[in-house]
Each structure stands twice: as C-alpha cells, then as structure tokens.
C-alpha cells in the first residue's frame, strides 16, 4: 500500500487527489477480502462441525466395552452406538459378523435399547439380524417374553382379526395375508413362521446408512425415532410391526422405501420426510394417527389397501408424482389442506367416514374418486380449491360424487363451483353439475338472507347492536370506531379493546359489512331471495325432474279435485245437484293415488320436502280456497244449472299440446257447436276434470276441454284462469329444469 502510495506521488500524471482516492480503494478491497477469508476460514467449519459431528471408527473392543455398560436414557437401559463409524461392507466381514452375533445376543436376552444417533453405517444394515427370533401360533408364544411383551405379541392377532373382518366387507386388504396373520389366525400348531422382534427402543435420530437397510418381518416393541436420518440405499421395512410411536421426522429416503404390510400400533410421525423414490405402504394398518405434514413425494406413493383407524394428515405435501390411494379405508378425518397433485391422485374404491379436507389444495392432473364410498357424515372440502377444469379431471360415479362437494360460504368459493360444475358437464355427468349448481344457489340464498337480515355495523344504531347482544360499552365502541373508519370486514371488530372474543363469536353470523340498503334496493334484494327461494324448493333450482314432476302432480290432483266440485256438487235444495257415490268415489281414491305418488317423488328428490311441500301449499291454498267458500256462500242462481260447466271438442279425441289454449271457449257460435258439455251420466266422466286441470298446467291433455262462455259464474271462470297463469310458470320451469338435466338440451341452460 505505501510502495503505490509513493509511486502515485511520483508520477507527474496524475495528481494528488487521484492518488488519495486509487489508495481508499485499495485500502477498501483489502479489509473487504480479509472479512471473506475470516468467514470461508471459521463460518463454515463451525457449521459443518455442528452439522457432521465428528465420528470414531467402532471396533469389537469398543462394542464389548459398550455393550457391557449401557446407559440409563428415560429409564430404560441403551447401549449407547453413538457418533460411531460402524463398516459392515463385505470387505470387513468378520467385523460384521461378530457384530451381529453380539448384538443379538445381547438385545435378544434383555429389553435394551439401541442407539445408533449420528452414526455413519457403511454397507448394508440387516436391523432384522439384531432382533431375537420367536415362532408364532396360535396356541402361545415363546416364553422368554415379560408378560407386557407378550401382551403386545398378542395385540397383532387383534389387528389381523379386524383387517380380516374389513377384507370380507368387499375391500381386499394384504394384511390377512402376511406369514405372521396366517400363523397367528391358524388353528394347527404346524402352521408357524418366525417374526424378529426388537424388545428395546431404536434411536436413529441424525443416522446415515450407506447402504441397504433391512427391517423386514421385524416387530419393535418399544419406540423407533429415526429424525433426520438419511438412507441412502433402499430399505426394507417389509411386515413390520411398530408397539410404539414411530418417528421419520425429517428422515430422507434418497432410493426406493417398502413398508408393504407394515403395522403401526401407536402414532406414526413422518413430518417433512423426503421420499426421492417409490414409496410403499400398501396393504399397512395404521391404528393411532399418521402424520406426513409437509413431506415429499417425489417418485410413485402407494397406499393401497391402507387401514387408516385414525386421523391420516397429509397436509402441505408435496405428490410430484402419482398418489395411489385404492381400496383404503379412512375411518376418521383425512388432511389434504394445501397439499399440492401434480400428477394424478387415486381414490378408487376408498371407504370414507368422515371429512375428507381438501381446503387449498392443488390439483394438477387428475383425482379420481370411482366407486369410492362415502359414509353419511362424510363429505369432501373444497374450499379455496385450486382445480382448472381445462387441464385437470376429477372423476368419480355418475349422480353420485357431485354430492360429496362442499364449502362453507359462497364468497370466495365461486370460481371452484363453477370450475367443477363444469367439469362434470365436460364428462357428460349432468346430474353431478346439477348437484353442484344447487350447493352453489343455496350459498347465495345464504348470503342474500345474511344481507336482508343480518345487522350491518356500519349503520347500526348503538341501541340495534345492544338489542343485538353487544354490551354498552361494546356498542360505544363500534359506534365511535366507524366514525373514523368505516369496517372492512367484521373481523375487525377483534381489533377494539373494549370488543368480548366470546361475544363476537356468538354473533358473528348475525353481522355484515357494506354500504347501506336503499329501500328500492332491499325490496329488488327481497324479490331476488324469494324466486331463488321458489327455484331451490320447487325444482332444486332447475336440477331435478322429479321433483318438478312430484310438484306438478300435487297441483293437477288438487285442482282437478276442485274443479270436479265446483262442478258436480251445486246445490242441496230445492232440487239437489250432487255427484253419484260411484263417481264420488272414483274421484276420491284416484285422488289419494296421484297425491300419494306426487308426495313419494318430493319427499324422495327434495331436499327439504316439508319446506317444499310449504311453500307449494302457498301457492295452491290460499286463492283457490276463498274463491271456493265465496261460491258456496253466494249460492249460485243461474240458467243451465243441470249442464256441466266444462265443454270438450268433439271433433278430435287425441293427445294433444295445447300450448296457446285459454280455459273459456269464445263467444262464437260455431265454437259453441264444436264445443259439447261433458256427459255427467258416464261413469268415466270424472277423467275430463283431471284432463282440464293438465291442461292448464302443462298444456297437455288428451281433449280440449275448457270452460263455457254462457251462464258461467265469474268466481269458477277466475279459478281456471288462476290455474292457467300458474301452468304458464310451471310450463316454463319444467322446460328450464328438463334443459338442465337431459344432456344435450341446451335450450335454456344458461338462464338463470
């Protein structure tokens, strides 16, 4: 530095402060280099050192010495392996051997654990060598066990009994299949195989295994914690039993893992656990739960034929690859919030007891849900789902897995309604994207009674929000909050001091945000509530033809009914008027036969068949009842009192579609010749009142009957043109509703 220095001061080029400024700079860019060599000299190292602890190369010397002095670790004794460098590579076979010889002999004779933390094992690892082996029948099991141990030994018959029990329900499960089930389930002592077990806990926690690691048909009896181990050969967990928790928290499976059959008595923690290669865990049985949280995936999963007794958590996971999931059983709560599909999931087959939760995940390529079984309280949440109907699918059976889909609001969850409807009408499952369209509707119908009901604390006054259930002070406070800022969102009601967290829990459904409600603007809401209200009681807002089928019939069989009165039953005196007991009859039980199969088809494809059945009742009671009362109380005092009111063409006898008929025939006299009154002395007469009614509901009818023009009281003339305006509401709903439910009817699909 002072060798530039003074060479700057004694070139003539360049002047002082040139010089001054070359020497900053080189000062600058030498303390810059001195800090980096500091950090690549001691930064690393340490990080390093607490990351790869230093290991020492295990002799037999040091295993004796080690086997002869276990430790004490959470009351239980443990020979302690770690830190060690432990070579079981063939070239160093007698090692090997002896070390095998002398672990199980030792671990086999007492309950000890094993520790094997930050351990380096080079080559091949047979954990199930270090095991004792014991048969197993039906009849007993060795007694070299404590009693605790034996107890454990004969909790696997139970599994094996309960996965045998499963299987015959129609779900093939591997398990009743393993050597150690057919022992165990066998009745002759002949039938035995040997099982390893491990009597004391494996700790594994930093472990690394160069080679394969074998743990095949081995049952551990204490607890396995293997936390951030890595194998990085294969491993073979193959028909193991675990008696106590086991965790692979963080563990790193760089090749191919195999845990086929394997049976977890107690919780299984494999959190954040990276699988670089085919995972198996088919045909395995988890009794307590399972957590994969944030695990990786990043070849083939397979978890077919899986027994999940409990919750199974595979929330924030990452499938790279296909998910296999068929023929398993979910017998409490599946997690698959923000969990991420990009190649295809499959449930085929799965049983589902309850929630399946899919709240913000991602599904990339294809979830297929075929001949999956739902139990009544299950369902699938697809809240903040992310499913683009162009590039991915969802499958499962025609009419029956557009019911599965649920969402708690309608905000927020639009684009996945509509995504999934149209996913289904992409695959020609019409009645699926029904189902979907209807969960969509009633969520608005939800949201528009919370905006018509629900009190606004933005306009509020403080006596309505203590009505409400807020305190005084509470209600001061909102009021003066507002004052300086409108609310958001309810929410930040939390954001108050003064603001109870029970209270607002209490009546945070009863509160909205928004601007205030006009009078034009609520009563235009109001409107829109009660036809959507109509839509979803009446025909599950154009999604189900039978249900408009089971209203269209109540409403003929009523109407026909009246009308048959109204015509047949004037007068008692002077003259009595009355219909025959044969036809009274006639029409009384064709009555009760068309309300009884109009019924079974609303109470059978309604949602809510009393509310339906009600608001039907609305429409049908009230007008025609008090015309009818008015008639009778009147009387009715006219010309032609002995001739049927109703006329019928009789120049066609034929089914016929009489859209643009009005019920009164005109005042013309050819209309008149044309048109003849109906014959009260036939003993099928009572048919024309069931035909007039079609007639004016569906514009259908086998004759064209329809009303005189003479002589005809204005009450029984304002009855039929009442029915007549209802069938030109229900004519139109019957061809919205067949549009939607009949593929390739596309009339009026998109009126909403």
């Known amino acids: 530095m002072h060798k530039l220095f003074f060479k700057c001061r004694g070139t003539q080029r360049l002047n002082a402060k040139v010089c001054r400024e070359k020497t900053l700079r080189t000062s600058a860019l030498s303390f810059a280099f001195l800090c980096v060599l500091l950090i690549l000299l001691f930064f690393p190292v340490s990080t390093w050192a607490a990351q790869q602890p230093e290991r020492i190369p295990l002799t037999l010397e040091l295993l004796q010495e080690r086997l002869h002095t276990p430790t004490l670790r959470e009351g239980n004794l443990t020979v302690d392996l770690q830190k060690m460098v432990i070579d079981l590579r063939p070239e160093n076979a007698t090692f090997r051997d002896v070390f095998y010889q002398l672990l199980r002999k030792e ?23 270090l095991g004792l082996r014991t048969p197993l029948y039906a009849q007993g099991i060795a007694p070299i066990f404590t009693r605790s141990e034996q107890q454990e030994l004969e909790g696997l018959r139970f599994v094996c009994l309960e996965s045998l029990a499963m299987s015959t329900t129609g779900y093939a499960y591997a398990l009743p299949n393993s050597k150690d089930c057919r022992s165990l389930l066998g009745t002759e002592s002949t039938q035995s195989s040997e099982i390893t077990v491990f009597r004391g806990a494996l700790t594994l926690v930093q472990t690394r295994f160069n080679g394969e690691v074998r743990f095949s048909n081995t049952f551990f009896l204490q607890s396995v ?37 394997s049976i977890f008595f107690d919780k299984a923690n494999f959190k954040q656990t990276q699988f670089h290669e085919t995972i198996n865990f088919q045909g395995s049985f988890f009794k307590k739960s399972a957590n994969f949280n944030q695990a990786k995936f990043k070849h083939l999963a397979k978890f077919n034929s899986v027994q999940w007794q409990e919750n199974a958590d595979f929330s924030h996971v990452h499938f790279a690859n296909q998910a296999q999931f068929t023929k398993s059983d979910f017998n409490q709560l599946l997690l698959f919030q923000e969990t991420i599909f990009e190649q295809a999931v499959i449930f085929r087959e799965v049983e589902f007891n309850q929630l399946v939760n899919l709240q913000g995940a991602s599904i990339l390529n294809q979830a297929d849900f075929s001949d999956a079984r739902f139990a009544k309280e299950a369902f699938l949440d697809v809240s903040g789902l992310t499913f683009n109907s162009n590039q991915a699918k969802i499958l ?10 649920a969402v708690p609001t309608f905000q927020g969850n639009q684009n996945i309604l509509r995504n999934l409807g149209q996913n289904f009408r992409q695959q020609q499952q019409v009645a699926d994207a029904n189902d979907l369209e209807y969960t969509k509707q009633r969520l608005r119908l939800i949201e528009l009674s919370r905006k018509l009901m629900a009190t606004n604390i933005n306009s509020a006054t403080v006596t309505s929000l203590m009505k409400l259930g807020f305190s005084a002070t509470e209600s001061e406070a909102i009021a003066l909050r507002r004052l300086i800022k409108p609310f958001r969102n309810s929410s930040e009601l939390l954001t108050l001091a003064d603001i109870n967290l029970e209270t607002y829990a209490k009546l945070s459904d009863s509160l909205i945000v928004g601007e205030p409600l006009s009078i034009g603007v609520w009563l235009l809401q109001a409107w829109s509530w009660l036809a959507l209200s109509v839509l979803l009681l009446l025909s599950g807002y154009g999604t189900n033809f039978w249900l408009v089928f089971g209203v269209g019939g109540v409403a003929i069989a009523y109407f026909g009914l009246l009308f048959w009165l109204v015509d047949r039953y004037r007068r008692l005196r002077p003259i009595p008027i009355i219909p025959t007991s044969y036809e009274t009859i006639s029409i009384l039980i064709s009555f009760s036969i068309l309300e009884f199969l109009s019924l079974l088809a609303i109470f059978r494809n309604a949602q809510q068949p009393w509310l339906t059945l009600g ?15 008015r008639l009778y109380q009147q009387g009715r005092y006219h010309d032609l009192m002995d001739i049927s009111y109703f006329t019928e063409d009789g120049t066609f006898r034929q089914l016929r579609l009489l859209i643009g008929r009005l019920p009164v025939i005109p005042r013309n006299q050819t209309f008149r010749e044309r048109y003849m009154p109906l014959l009260c002395d036939r003993h099928w007469n009572w048919l024309n009142y069931y035909d007039f009614s079609l007639n004016n509901l569906v514009k259908l009818g086998f004759n064209d009957i329809r009303l005189r ?30 549009s939607r439910t009949i593929p390739g009817l596309n009339l009026l699909i998109y009126l909403k």
């Open 107 to 129: 671990l086999g004779a007492k309950p000890l654990g094993l520790d094997l933390s930050y351990a380096l094992i080079l080559g091949d690892f047979v954990g199930s060598d």
């Open 225 to 261: 914690d293997a936390q951030n181990a890595t194998f990085v050969q294969a491993t073979n967990w193959i028909e193991t039993r675990f008696a106590r928790p086991v965790s692979f928290s963080s563990a790193n499976f760089r090749q191919s893992s195999n845990f086929y059959s």
């Open 396 to 405: 499962g059976n025609p009419g029956e897995i557009g019911q599965m889909f």
């Open 615 to 629: 608001c039907l009742l609305i429409i049908i009671l009230p007008v025609p009842l008090t015309l009818l009362i």
């Open 709 to 738: 023009d003479e002589h005809l009281p204005g009450i029984i003339s304002g009855l039929a043109w009442y029915q007549w305006s209802l069938g030109l509401m229900y004519i139109t709903l019957v061809l919205w509703t067949l």
